[in-house]
């Protein structure tokens, strides 16, 4: 049993009652099919975890936005190519996460990335929570903006592991087959980009970090 | 701390392990009893769980507004710029890249009808005979039976699987050439796209497409020019740096000839409808052996042979007798490979064309990314027989200059290492990548020499000999004579088949690809 907290159960809402009852492979049975109501469906599962992932991939929220359409597109393309021993968000993430590296390799706005974190923070919407003080709230945008600087600063083999993990609740498994490397280094990768986070916020993690 | 530094270092390595509950009970017990006597490991544990908090508190970011319709406007617009655009010369934008996509398809498509339809002269002469596909089939009806003396129905097969190791079974089917396309049509299946799923080349190509940057844009502007399809890339290439123009100048006579090749090559395959007549002039301008067939060991050509019925049921007799392991080995096969396919190599791909020469041979070489793989190698092969008389006129004007011209293009290394028919490992990889891909190319190995084998062993006991066998693991082979039984090797007992006539016309072979 994990005891780390969660957050993989956390999606958006779907918007057809019957769409809703289908699992993510026979959604992407009726994709195969070209019934593109049910890329709606996807969407909205993964929409807003895809956009996350990839926002803290790259940084850039332009390219995140660009790369999850890009994402779901090829969803779509190429859902005959999908096999369903694997699960869906696997494959997904899969996808998104091989666009956003061949875009921080090809654009090198990994560089340009560093280069927004030297110099101003970038605007941060957290539209899906609220704390119950202004003061909190501060603070909260604070670290989570810390945090995100943070996790920029990982390399992407880190980052990517991290944040499968921890966005996505991905076992190790998955993230292995995700990033195709073998599960040993998934642990060495994971351990190691939390215990640089742990380095980078030390001061926002609080004495014990 | 001094004298527990070591335990410590120990605990702390386990750390992620043991909050992700990944730990044996006795090394999470010891983990247990070491932050109970030490606090300063304490304070680390706490800190990687505070660490998690935070990442659980991270609020989601809301995707773009109009998510679901950009989507959907992308993909119908992906749709539009169909194959009789490019014929007609319309609506071609942005990326010359397509024109040598649909080439690389077509020419494929080419190979795989080389060894996958009868000739034209069995069609004059009015013969039915069937291509006999030890294929990828959905449909498993005749598995395990011997070959069914259908030909003369021609009972259509699928050849196009499209990779799913759920379908992927060796199964005997006879298969005629016109119901075969209209198997795929009524598939709606557009038959580049087949191809392209056919014929997938997985390689390291985010690495390659890096490679290739300085030269890309130049070819791809020249591309555009040479086609003369698109007034907007002739102003983004006019506002091209000089150096890239030079480089376009460069590298135009190879451009030139890669647009022939395309130009050709396209024109054929953007008339859907006059499909099967660009089968029956790539068929007719193939020379084939005509009292022989081709057959393959390949698992990955999946194959088979076209001939005479005679022959070919010869074959599709002992087909059976590869065993069951051996087939869901090669759906093992296929998941690797899906899983390093699915991932970095679809997309980013550079399209080139590369002509050389083998031998004595003309070659067209068609490839999507440059990257040595079994696929390319398929593709090369069946490219070297399939594709001769198309490649012929092209290969005329393939100067030495000309060939250093395409080197340039694939970065000289590419050619050499193709010519090695090396695999995928030559070129520098990311690591993550590399590892997937190796660990597939080892398993495409072991599973390509196991199944040679067994094909081998069934084919030993027919009445055939081998006349040449390819570096692909396709043979060249026909009917032994009679009068030459004692050349023959491994011959385990006599066929009813040995009656068979040995003056057969073979026609080709079915190349289908289990992707």
């Known amino acids: 049993m994990s005891l780390w ?42 929409g807003a975890r895809v956009r996350t992932y990839l926002g803290l991939l790259v940084r850039d929220q332009t390219w995140a936005e660009d790369l999850t359409q890009e994402t779901f597109v090829r969803v779509m393309e190429n859902a005959a190519t999908y096999h369903p021993q694997y699960p869906f968000s696997v494959w997904l993430f899969r996808i998104a996460r091989n666009l956003a590296i061949d875009l921080l390799r090809r654009d090198k706005i990994h560089q340009r990335a560093m280069d927004t974190l030297k110099s101003e923070p970038q605007a941060f919407d957290p539209r899906s929570r609220r704390s119950s003080s202004p003061l909190s709230q501060l603070e ?29 609740g991905m076992s190790y498994e998955e993230i292995a087959d995700v990033v195709g490397v073998p599960l040993k280094t998934v642990s060495t990768r994971l351990h190691r ?17 | 701390m001094t004298e527990s530094s070591h335990p410590c270092r120990e605990i702390r390595a386990l750390a992620s392990l043991y909050l992700d509950g990944r730990l044996e009970a006795d090394q999470r017990q010891s983990v247990q009893e070491h ?21 659980q508190s991270y609020p989601w970011m809301e995707p773009p507004q109009d998510l679901f319709q950009s989507v959907r ?74 070959a069914r003396d259908d030909s003369k129905d021609g009972i259509p097969a699928r050849i ?58 130049p070819l791809v502007a020249a591309q555009l020019r040479h086609f003369d399809l698109d007034q907007n890339a002739r102003r983004w290439l006019a506002h091209r740096p000089r150096r890239t123009h030079q480089a376009v100048e460069d590298l135009r006579p190879a451009v030139e000839l890669i647009g022939r090749v395309s130009r050709r090559v396209a024109k054929h395959d953007a008339r859907a409808q006059d499909w099967l007549a660009f089968q029956k002039e790539v068929v007719e301008k193939s020379y084939l052996p005509r009292t022989s067939a081709w057959v393959c060991v390949n698992p990955r050509v999946s194959l088979l042979s076209a001939g005479a019925p005679e022959l070919l049921k010869l074959v599709g007799e002992v087909a059976p007798q590869i065993p069951e392991t051996d087939r869901s080995s090669i759906a093992q096969l296929l998941s690797v490979k899906d899983a390093f396919v699915s991932g970095a190599a679809r997309k980013n791909v550079v399209y080139a064309f590369e002509c050389t020469r083998s031998g004595d041979a003309c070659r067209l070489i068609v490839t999507r990314d440059l990257r040595p793989s079994i696929d390319f190698t398929i593709a090369t092969s069946l490219s070297t027989a399939g594709l001769r008389e198309i490649a012929a006129p092209f290969m005329n004007d393939l100067t030495p200059e000309l060939e250093r011209s395409i080197a340039i293009i694939c970065e000289g290394q590419n050619i050499r290492v193709l010519q090695d028919s090396q695999t995928p490992h030559d070129l520098e990889a990311p690591d993550d990548l590399r590892s997937l891909d190796e660990q597939a190319a080892g398993m495409i190995k072991e599973l390509r020499n196991r199944h040679a084998e067994l094909v081998r062993r069934m084919l030993r006991t027919l009445p055939i000999e081998i006349l040449e066998e390819n570096p692909l693991g396709v043979m060249h082979i026909r009917l032994r004579d009679t009068d030459a039984d004692s050349d023959a090797q491994g011959i385990e007992e006599e066929s009813e088949a040995s009656s068979v006539d040995p003056d057969v016309e073979a026609s080709g072979s079915d190349d289908d690809d289990d992707r």
Request: charged share 30%.
């Open chain 1, 5 to 46: 907290p969660g957050r993989a159960e956390r999606r958006g809402k779907s918007p057809a009652a019957d769409l809703e009852s289908l699992t993510d492979a026979q959604l992407v049975e009726r994709l195969r099919d070209g019934d593109e109501s049910s890329l709606d469906e996807v969407i909205g599962r993964y």
């Open chain 2, 160 to 217: 196009g699987s499209t990779g799913d190791p759920a379908r992927v079974e060796m199964a005997l089917k006879p298969v005629s050439l016109e119901e075969t396309v209209d198997d795929y049509r009524e598939a709606g299946v557009d038959p580049v796209q087949l191809a392209r799923a056919a014929y997938v080349v997985f390689g390291d190509l985010a690495t390659i497409d890096r490679l290739r940057e300085p030269l890309r844009e």
């Open chain 1, 140 to 168: 909260e945008r604070e670290l989570n903006h810390q945090f995100e600087g943070a996790v920029q600063r990982l390399p992407e083999s880190f980052r990517t592991v991290f944040l499968l993990r921890h966005f996505e």
């Open chain 1, 193 to 209: 980009a939390r215990t640089q986070l742990r380095h980078y916020l030390a001061s926002y993690l609080g004495a014990e970090a």
């Open chain 2, 73 to 146: 406007k992308t993909l119908h617009r992906r749709r539009q710029s169909t194959l009789s655009d490019l014929g007609t010369g319309k609506k071609w934008r942005r990326h010359g890249r397509r024109i040598l996509d649909l080439a690389i398809a077509a020419s494929v498509l080419a190979a795989a009808f080389f060894l996958g339809l009868k000739t034209g002269r069995d069609r004059l002469a009015g013969e039915d005979s069937p291509i006999v596909a030890l294929a990828p089939a959905s449909d498993m009806s005749s598995q395990g039976k011997p």
């Open chain 2, 35 to 55: 932050l109970r006597v030490c606090p300063a490991c304490v304070l680390q544990v706490r800190g990687l769980q505070r660490l998690a908090r935070v990442a």
